[in-house]
C-alpha cells in the first residue's frame, strides 16, 4: 500500500536511477540474489516455510525458510524495505565486528522510506519478530567471497533483539529503542566487502512494496555472484524458477505474469527498465528483463589512489570511502585522515578505528579539532609518567554550545545525539536506559546537541565510564521523585 508521505513525494519527484558512478550505498551480494524476503505484499497465513533447488555452478543448491506462524509467516512485503534499512543503518555506523546495532524505531522507518504513523510501528513489531524467528538455511548456496567458494549457512536475518515499549505496552512507538545483532554470516560477508552497488533513493522513491522488492531482487541478479562488480545488460530466467525466487506463492504461469505485471510497468515507467519480454508457453516460459539505458557501463577496475587505498588500510569499505571521496572531496578527505592519524599516534585508543575515522572525516562541528588532539596528546601523557604534586592538572575542555541547526526538527535532533550516545556507551547503559534517556533529550534535559559533543569528548579523554555513570544519576534521581509524587 503507498503511504501519503510517500505519495506526496513522488508527486514532487519521479527520481530517476542513478549512473552506475553516483551509487553510494551498498547491499550483501548474497541476500541482494538469494531473494530472502517474499516479493508479495500479503501472503496466505499457511504461507510458513518454502525451499528452493537450484544449480549453482552446474552443482545442486538449495534455499529454505521456516518461519513462526504467530508472526504471520515468511518474511514477505514491507520487510525486505526494513532489512534494506537495518544493512544500511549498520554499514553507516562503521560495520562493527560483533554486528551489534544500536537505533530506533523511528530511525527504521526513515531510513527505510516508510511512514511515521502508529500502523507503521506496529507492522516494524512484526517485522523485526519475523525477522528474529524465520530461519534460513542456504546449502552449497552461500558465497564466502574470501575463499572464493560456496558455502552451507544456517541463519536468522536478525539473531539477537531488545527494544522499550511505551507505558509499559509490547509494541513499538516513535520513543523506542533497539539493540539488535544482524546475523553472523551477513556480517562477516559484509565486511568482507562481498556487496553490489545499491540505488537507496531510487528504491526508497518506488510507490509499492512489491515494485521495491523485485528491484532489489532484479538489481541483484545483473551482478554475476562470482564477482559483483560487473554490471550485465539484460537478464534472462525461466518463469517459474523466477517465481521461485520471488516466492510468488501460486505459480500458475498466467497468475505469476499477473503478479509481476503492476512492478514491471513502473520500473518501466521510472526508467529502470526497458523491456520485458516473455518466450515459449508453460512452465518452459522463459522471462527476459532488458535494463535501460543508465549512463556508460563501470570502467574496468584500477588500482585504487593512494587516499583510498589509505583509507581501505584501516578497513574502512570500499563503498563507504568512495562515497567519502565523492561528497568531500580528495583535500578534506585527506586533511582529517592527518588528523584522524595525529589522535592515534598522540595514544587515542579506538575500539573501531575505521568507524573512528569516517567520523573524523564527517564532522561538521570541530568535534575533532585540534584542541581536541591536544587534550589527548596531554591525556596520554599523564598516564605515560607517574604525576608529581607540582605537576598542574590536566586541563578538561570546556563542553561548548553547540549552534542549533535551525533546519533539524526535534525529532532528528534528539535522534542524532541517540546516536552518538548509544554508539560509544554501547552497554553501559541497557535498552530501558537508552529509552528513559531519549525522553529526557525531549524535554531538552540535557540538550541533545550538547549531550552529543560531551560524549565524544568523554571519549577522546577516557571518560566514558564517568559519563554513564552520571547519565544513570540522572535517570535514577527522576525515578525517585516520580515514585515520590506517586
Known sequence: MTTPKRQANNRLSKLPPS????????????????????????????????????????????????????????????????????????????????????????????????????????????????????????????????????????????????????????????????????????????????????????????????????????????????????????????????????????????????????????????????????????????????????????????????LLQDLLNYRVALSVSERLLHEYGDDHVAARLARFQRLLEQGYKARNVSALLVDVIRDTEGKYDDQVVEAVAVKSSSRARPSRPSDPAPLLLPVAEEDPDHNASLEERVDAAMKTVQFLLRERLSVTEYARLRMHLIVGNPDPQVLGRRALKAKMEGQLDSLATELLAVLQQEASAIARQA
Request: charged fraction near 25%; include cysteine; charge should be negative.
Open 19 to 306: 549512473l552506475p558512478q553516483e551509487v553510494r550505498r551498498i547491499d550483501e551480494a548474497n541476500v541482494g540474489r538469494l531473494g530472502l524476503i517474499s516479493i508479495q505484499e500479503r501472503i496466505p497465513e499457511s504461507f510458513t516455510s518454502w525451499t528452493v533447488d537450484f544449480e549453482v555452478d552446474g552443482r545442486p543448491a538449495r534455499l529454505s525458510c521456516d518461519a513462526v506462524p504467530k508472526y504471520g509467516g515468511v518474511p514477505h512485503g514491507l520487510d525486505g524495505d526494513v532489512a534494506t534499512a537495518l544493512m544500511d543503518l549498520y554499514v553507516e555506523s562503521g560495520c562493527p565486528e560483533d554486528g551489534v546495532l544500536h537505533t530506533t524505531a523511528y530511525q527504521i522507518l526513515k531510513r527505510a522510506g516508510l511512514g511515521d504513523s502508529g500502523r507503521y510501528y506496529q507492522n516494524l513489531r512484526q517485522t523485526l519478530f519475523r525477522l528474529r524467528t524465520a530461519t534460513y538455511s542456504a546449502s552449497e548456496a552461500w558465497r564466502d567471497h574470501r575463499q572464493r567458494k560456496w558455502t552451507t549457512v544456517t541463519f536468522n536475518y536478525i539473531e539477537a533483539l531488545e527494544f522499550t515499549s511505551p507505558d509499559g505496552e509490547l509494541g513499538l512507538s516513535r520513543t523506542s529503542t533497539l539493540k539488535l545483532r544482524l546475523a553472523e554470516s551477513i556480517v562477516r560477508s559484509i565486511r568482507a566487502q562481498y556487496t553490489k552497488p545499491l540505488d537507496l533513493e531510487f528504491l526508497t522513491s518506488l510507490d509499492r512494496p512489491l515494485t521495491r522488492a523485485l528491484y532489489r531482487l532484479l538489481d541483484a541478479r545483473r551482478y554475476p555472484p562470482e564477482d559483483p562488480r560487473e554490471r550485465l545488460p539484460s537478464y534472462t530466467v525461466n518463469l517459474i524458477a523466477w517465481a521461485d525466487a520471488c516466492k510468488i506463492v501460486d505459480q500458475r504461469s498466467n497468475k505469476i505474469r499477473a503478479t509481476l505485471q503492476g512492478a514491471h510497468e513502473e520500473l518501466i515507467e521510472r526508467g529502470y527498465l526497458a523491456d520485458v519480454a516473455y518466450d515459449g508457453r508453460g512452465q518452459k516460459q522463459e522471462i527476459t528483463y532488458l535494463f535501460a539505458d543508465t549512463g556508460p557501463e563501470p570502467q574496468p577496475l584500477t588500482p585504487p589512489s593512494a
